[in-house]
């Protein structure tokens, strides 16, 4: 996809977008904290933070460039918030709103991605 193709793009995309970096970014940051927290599950939560922290960058270099692959991976930012409210049921719901709005995110920004034309 172009350059100019990149920068003209929706406010559906951006909303979506801005949803993915965000609870990617909050992920990040909640992991680390959590790391001090919990001391006991200090390398579970190092792995989350690491896997948030390499979503950001997806997010902010391919995505933001379009670039189909990038949509795709994307779908696996779900995945540790449902793995987690499946360990911890008392935050369920937390982990599994957070995976919806991922989901939302991501449908979201498909027509910058998938373009008929």
């Known amino acids: ?12 995309y951006r909303f979506g977008w801005w949803i993915l970096v965000g609870l990617s970014v909050l992920a ?9 927290v919990t001391p006991a599950l ?3 939560f190092v792995a989350w933070a690491t896997f948030s922290l390499y979503s950001v960058f997806v997010l902010f270099i ?3 460039r379009a670039e ?5 991976i994307t779908w696996a930012l ?23 709005l991922m989901v939302i995110g991501q449908l979201l920004t498909r027509g910058a991605f998938f373009t008929r034309g």
Request: no cysteine.
């Open 62 to 64: 391919p995505y933001r």
């Open 1 to 12: 996809m172009s350059i100019a193709a990149i920068q003209t793009q929706s406010t559906v």
């Open 28 to 36: 990040v940051v909640s992991y680390r904290m959590l790391i001090f």
């Open 42 to 44: 200090v390398d579970s």
């Open 78 to 100: 779900p995945i540790p918030s449902v793995v987690l409210s499946l360990n911890n049921p008392d935050a369920a719901p937390y982990y599994l709103t957070a995976a919806g």
């Open 68 to 72: 189909r692959w990038a949509w795709y």
